[in-house]
């Protein structure tokens, strides 16, 4: 599979930050931005100049290219909606908002296309006329869940894109739950472009970082049966299987943290724990705006299974050749299909709904009995590799039989 990374990794304008003194950095950059706002439109192109991304609850403003109604025409594709920062003021007015520069959030520069690129929350209760007049343009918003799902994972442009999305989500839905002073209860102010916060309390200043939550998932190997562990939560579609995964606690190794969940979840007591990859994960519950998952094989010391079944639905032993099948690529590519149709419909203003739940389980003849999670989860790469290398190799203390290069 030709993949650079994993979803949401490899963020192109993350590659690096500039340093203070560059006219790309976020306090230059920010000061640039608080000196044009007043004067739009009527203001001299900047050097570098901005666009912006609207977000709304969540979701970026995208559009759709490349469909066609009959049967015959290619899988649609979705682009981030970037608009200019006159175009972002526009649209605020019309909801009686003066654009406020503290309300944009830096993501990063493109340097060679001499431009930087910002994040805004457009949120509101009355969102509707801004809909209506994004619509009337072809504009929408829609879940970064459902933009990964119709995402062309060999495509780098529509990776880049997510993991930019991705970003900006995390960003904008962190500020969104830091309002307010663990420590004093205060109100908290962005600084650095929307990069940090800090409390304004003047007698606590408590300086605040973006949240990131640290999560194990693992793929527990059977090494002398040569099989997998895989299990079902209650919220996944029909069919689909994964690995176990859990969040990290305090004062705990990732070791500790793979051997702890996969005791708690199905009984089963790990020995060796091998570190494969890691992925940034932005599309979790609004609380939690990153999740940061570390990727493990997992080798079993006992085998007999013992479900929580608060936890899971049910967890099962399968041979090589039952997860080989289950790698089932038919079925992501019309999951992408179907997604990708939906966004172009919902950008028509066709479709209203956002939920992709259905879109697995439609029966076929075809269908293989399981399948498991696409290739923008790191489950998927777990469960793979696996497949692929054999247990043997993927104990390795070397980078595990990783069939990702550079991950
Ligand atoms: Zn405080």
Same mark, same amino acid.
């Given at each position: ?5 994993? *979803?949401?990794?490899?963020?192109? !304008? %993350?590659?690096? =930050? ?10 230059? *950059? ?14 001299? =192109? ?38 200019? !920062? ?48 994004? *619509? ?39 500020? &969104? ?13 962005? &600084?650095? *472009?929307?990069?940090?916060? +800090? ?11 973006? %949240? ?10 059977? %090494?002398?049966?040569? %099989?997998?562990?895989?299990?079902? +939560? ?56 990153? +999740? ?19 936890? !899971? ?22 999951? +992408? ?47 793979? =590799? ?20 550079? !991950?």
């Amino acid at each position: 599979m030709n993949l650079r990374t994993h *979803a949401y990794a490899g963020n192109p !304008l %993350r590659s690096k =930050t500039p340093k203070s003194t560059d006219s790309f950095s976020p306090s230059s *950059a920010f000061k640039s931005l608080k000196s044009l706002i007043p004067s739009i439109p009527n203001h001299p =192109t900047p050097s570098p100049d901005f666009k912006v991304l609207p977000f709304s609850k969540g979701r970026p403003l995208v559009f759709s290219s490349g469909g066609g109604d009959d049967a015959s025409s290619t899988t649609p594709l979705w682009h981030l909606g970037w608009i200019t !920062l006159s175009d972002c003021k526009a649209l605020l007015a019309t909801r009686g908002i003066d654009l406020d520069e503290n309300s944009l959030v830096y993501l990063g520069p493109k340097v060679e296309e001499d431009l930087v690129y910002w994040a805004v929350d457009v949120s509101s209760q009355e969102e509707h006329g801004v809909v209506l007049e994004l *619509a009337s343009r072809k504009l929408c918003f829609v879940e970064v869940r459902t933009l990964m799902v119709a995402a062309d994972w060999e495509d780098q442009r529509a990776m880049d894109e997510l993991a930019i999305a991705g970003h900006a989500r995390a960003l904008l839905e962190w500020h &969104k739950v830091s309002r307010f002073c663990g420590a004093c209860g205060g109100s908290t102010v962005p &600084k650095e *472009a929307g990069r940090r916060k +800090q409390c304004s309390n003047e007698a606590c200043k408590k300086r605040v970082y973006p %949240r990131v939550d640290p999560v194990v998932i693992m793929l527990v190997i059977d %090494r002398e049966n040569d %099989r997998a562990l895989l299990s079902r +939560q209650a919220r996944f579609v029909p069919r689909m299987w994964s690995c176990l995964a859990g969040f990290i606690e305090p004062g705990e190794s990732l070791e500790e943290a793979v051997r702890r969940e996969t005791w708690e979840e199905t009984g089963i007591e790990v020995g060796e724990v091998v570190y494969h990859s890691s992925q940034p994960w932005p599309v979790g519950p609004s609380s939690m705006p990153c +999740q940061l998952m570390l990727g493990f094989f997992a080798f079993a010391k006992t085998l007999d299974i013992n479900v929580d079944k608060e936890e !899971l639905e049910d967890a099962q032993w399968h041979s090589r050749e039952d997860v080989k099948k289950a790698v089932s690529f038919a079925e992501y590519r019309k999951a +992408q299909r179907t997604a990708a149709s939906k966004i172009e419909q919902m950008c028509k203003g066709v479709e209203r709904n956002q939920s992709l739940s259905t879109d697995f389980n439609v029966e076929s003849g075809e269908l293989a009995p399981m399948f498991i999670p696409g290739p923008t989860a790191i489950a998927h790469h777990l469960i793979s =590799t696996w497949v692929d290398q054999g247990s043997g190799n993927v104990h390795s203390k070397q980078q595990p039989g990783v069939s990702l290069s550079n !991950l």
